[in-house]
Structures are given as C-alpha cells and as structure tokens.
C-alpha cells in the first residue's frame, strides 16, 4: 500500500509546471481509489500493482492532438499515424522532464508508459491485444480530466476524446483532483463513434477490443506474428524469400522503425465526435458527414435507444462513464 510523504509541492505549482512544460490538460488521481476501483477486477492493473512506494498520487497528463489530422477522412492515413507518434514522443519528454523537475524538488516519481504493453498477458484472439500496465484513460477519469464515452474512449470538455495521454506516479501529498460526475457523451442518441468506425467495434457502452486492436494498431504485434508464422508455413523457398521482400514485410519494417502503425492507429471515433470545445470551430464542416455509415449500423443505434434497460457493460464501467441521467 503506498503511503503518502511529505512534500513542499502543492497541485498547483506542479500544474503550472506541466503546463509550462507542454502539457494541455493536467489531473492528479488518487493513487488508493484507483486501487480500490480496478477497471477490470478480472485483470486488475492499479498503482499499486507497478509500485508500492512512488504510487499514491497518478499524475495524468494530456496533449491535444493535432486538429488537421483529424479532419483526414481516411482511418489509416499515415499523417494520422506519424503524427500521433511524434504527439506520444513529445508527451514522455515532456512526462520526464516534469519527474526530474518534482525529484530535485524532493518528490520521487516514476514516468509509466502509456504505451508499453505486457506481452505475458496477450493471449491471441481471446483477449485485447494491448494491456497495458494502467489504464490512462480510467486514471484520467479518476484526475477530474473527463468521461468514458460509449465505446470507453476519454472524453474531455476540452479537445473531446482527442488527447494523447502520458502518467507520472509519486506519493508526494499533493492534493488530488475529483472525478465528474455526470457523463460528457452524448450517448447512442449521437453514436457517431458506432457510425465511423471501420471495424465496427463500438457497442451498446462496450467496445469489441479484439475487432478495434487490428485497427488501432494495424502492425502491431499481432500482425507481425501472423505474417511471420506464414512465412515459416511456406514451403517453397523462393516464394519464402518473395513474401520476406514484400509489401507485409516493408510495413512492419516502417512501423518498426518509429512505431508508426504499432502504438498509434486509427482513431475515427475520436475525430468524429462532436464533444469539446475545439469541434464546432475547428472540425465540425470537415468530419460532420461520415462515409462508413450504414444502415445496419443506424439501426443498432435505434435499438440502443430504445433498449428499456442500460447493459451490464454501462454498470460494469458506470463509475467512469459518469450518470447519464439527463441523457437517458
Ligand atoms: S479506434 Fe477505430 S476501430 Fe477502434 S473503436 Fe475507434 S473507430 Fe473503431
Ligand atoms: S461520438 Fe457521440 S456517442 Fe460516441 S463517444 Fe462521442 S459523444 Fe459519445
């Protein structure tokens, strides 16, 4: 159990500085109720479970991403990809200036990577492909910064879901944020997340992680096993040699080179929906029509509002979802 110790600092001046530092949004969780509220009991991933010394605190930090990216129309479009790659290099420097900063300041903290995932707990096809060790977006909602949306991507009021997110942990006693109460998504009355996505991934307060991880991370660990386990199958050494040389093996390489494609991927559902500030001005005319809509998907959407009752989905995630009481 982390135990907090004194500190000099005060959430406000450790604001300050990670704003000073790059940062657009900042929040300070409470390391024991991210403890005592684990996302997924089955699979239990808190503060506690990386470190029971530097983790009483979980400092979330948020960078907008880049408003022409979204405007795109085309979920694999490599500007999105590379762009998102360079946002999630900036966020760690930015994540280890700010450790540096709060150690010579007297507070150890710990930089998690949002992005680093436990190949132990990957089982092929049964499970999400990317754990991580904490989830970013659970400990955004516990710091005050947003909402689970209905396909539980975060949604801030200010950029909507469109945020790159980065974790600092310390048990420096800085005051913590609290958590909003009220849901920020606009539930399937908007569905607009269901409408865009390509894999088709987006249900009733639920996401199929299976379906979304071939396009959030199109050439990701996944995609590299099988191609490669294909390539060990064929038993004609010149085609062996052919498929080496081709196209799958070109992407892996690129993606490998800069993780473009690997930690980064598509994200439709957070260009198109209409929560945050910047959307009306700055997205709205370029997202507002959506070309993978269909009308199974309006349909399933239609069912969803008209269900008499929320899923269990919804009351499993509900304490970061927020209360849909006005929306319902
Ligand atoms: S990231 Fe892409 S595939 Fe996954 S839910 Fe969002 S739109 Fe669908
Ligand atoms: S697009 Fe609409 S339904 Fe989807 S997360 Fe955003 S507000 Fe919620």
Redesign the pocket.
């Known amino acids: 159990m982390n135990e907090l110790i004194p500190t000099t600092l005060t959430s406000e001046v450790l604001k300050e500085k990670a704003r000073s530092l790059g940062a657009d949004l900042v929040g300070i969780a409470d390391g024991a109720l991210m403890d005592q509220f684990p996302p997924d009991p089955d699979n239990p991933r808190t503060p506690s479970h990386i470190t029971e010394i530097d983790g009483a605190r979980v400092i979330v930090l948020a960078k907008r991403i880049s408003f022409a990216t979204s405007r795109l129309p085309k979920w694999n479009d490599q500007h999105k990809f590379y762009g998102d790659e360079l946002l999630i290099s900036a966020l760690e420097e930015l994540a280890l200036d700010l450790v540096f900063w709060m150690e010579d300041n007297g507070a150890p903290a710990l930089l998690v990577p949002y992005h680093h995932v436990d190949p132990l707990k990957f089982t092929k096809g049964q499970d999400a492909q990317a754990t991580h060790p904490l989830s970013a977006e659970h400990a955004a909602v516990e710091a005050g910064l947003g909402t689970l949306?209905?396909?539980h991507?975060l949604?801030t009021p200010e950029y909507?879901?469109r945020v790159i997110l980065g974790i600092v942990m310390t048990s420096a006693d800085i005051e913590p944020d609290k958590k909003m109460a009220d849901a920020?998504?606009?539930?399937?009355?908007?569905?607009?997340?269901?409408s865009?996505c390509p894999a088709d991934a987006?249900q009733h307060w639920d996401r199929d992680w299976v379906a979304c991880d071939k396009y959030r991370s199109p050439f990701g660990f996944e995609f590299m096993s099988d191609y490669l386990t294909s390539v060990l199958k064929e038993p004609d050494q010149a085609a062996q040699i052919g498929m080496l040389r081709g196209m799958e093996s070109s992407e892996i390489f690129q993606a490998m080179l800069r993780g473009s494609g690997i930690i980064t991927g598509c994200r439709r559902?957070a260009d198109?929906?209409?929560?945050g500030g910047d959307y009306e001005d700055l997205l709205k005319k370029w997202v507002d029509e959506i070309p993978e809509v269909t009308p199974e998907k309006l349909n399933r959407l239609k069912e969803m509002v008209a269900a008499a009752t929320l899923p269990e989905a919804y009351e499993q995630q509900s304490r970061w979802i927020g209360n849909l009481d006005a929306k319902i």
């Open positions: 949306g209905l396909n991507q949604i909507g879901p920020l998504c606009l539930g399937p009355e908007c569905g607009r997340c269901l865009a987006v559902c198109v929906c209409p929560v």
